[in-house]
């Protein structure tokens, strides 16, 4: 089945520096990648996503890129503020029962410091 | 907020107990997700509904857990028998049909604690 792998675990940045967090996922046939950000305490939210069909795909300050070649997307946020401080997910989906259901990496703690 | 609601935000109860979260999704999603996630891991996938079918249950999801959807509406999660090891955050999705059902909404959670 799918994995996917989460890194770093922890990342602290100087605000107004850039953050990137990656992963790699391992069923080539998985076609959606969303990123979610939690706040402690609070619901998983989506903040961006990329299909298959995409190389890159930017919304502000965040952007995302795959590589489905790698087998690897990755999170974007420029000119970080601290209420980016969060826990980001990613997660991979692969066709299943003609749904999305996702398989998550184990989360990056993103600090920025003020 | 007419979001994912999911009820209660907190459950503590004693191992041997039987435990009922509920979830009510966005009213014109008509399918819905059960997530478990542990301190430090992300979600991990228990079980899906279209509707009131449930077409999908992790391995995940052993024989204490049953749950349900009647109507197609909210759905209810059951825990019999709780274990320490069931301690969680319990976590309810919905996406709409069609062109965005790729979308995840996620709920704030019920978080259990069995003692």
């Known amino acids: 089945g799918e994995n996917v792998e989460q890194h770093p675990s922890t990342l602290s940045v100087q605000e107004g520096d850039s953050a990137v967090i990656k992963c790699t996922y391992s069923?080539?046939?998985?076609?959606?990648f969303p990123w979610y950000k939690q706040e402690l305490g609070k619901r998983p939210q989506l903040i961006i996503d990329?299909?298959?069909?995409?190389g890159e795909k930017k919304d502000q300050r965040i952007a995302v890129t795959l590589n489905k070649t790698a087998k690897h997307f990755s999170l974007h946020i420029t000119e970080t503020q601290p209420e980016d401080s969060a826990v980001y997910f990613c997660?991979?989906?692969?066709?299943?029962?003609?749904?999305?259901?996702?398989?998550f990496g184990t989360g990056t703690r993103l600090k920025v410091l003020a | 907020d007419t979001g994912v609601s999911q009820n209660p935000r907190h459950k503590i109860t004693k191992r041997g107990q039987n435990v009922t979260f509920r979830c009510d999704p966005i009213?014109?999603?008509?399918?819905l997700y059960w997530y478990r996630q542990t301190l430090g891991q992300g979600p991990e996938f228990l079980t899906y509904?279209?509707?009131?079918?449930?077409?999908?249950k992790s391995r995940l999801l052993s024989d204490r857990f049953s749950a349900e959807r009647p109507k197609g509406s909210f759905s209810t999660l059951e825990i019999q028998r709780t274990e320490q090891g069931d301690s969680a955050m319990y976590l309810c999705?919905?996406?709409?049909?069609?062109?965005?059902?790729?979308?995840?909404?996620f709920g704030s959670g019920t978080q259990l604690s069995v003692l």
């Open positions: 990329i299909r298959s069909n995409v």
């Open positions: 009213s014109e999603h008509n399918r």
């Open positions: 999705a919905s996406s709409p049909a069609g062109r965005t059902n790729e979308k995840l909404f």
């Open positions: 997660a991979a989906s692969p066709p299943s029962s003609g749904t999305y259901k996702y398989i």
């Open positions: 509904f279209q509707n009131e079918a449930q077409l999908e």
């Open positions: 069923d080539s046939a998985s076609n959606y």
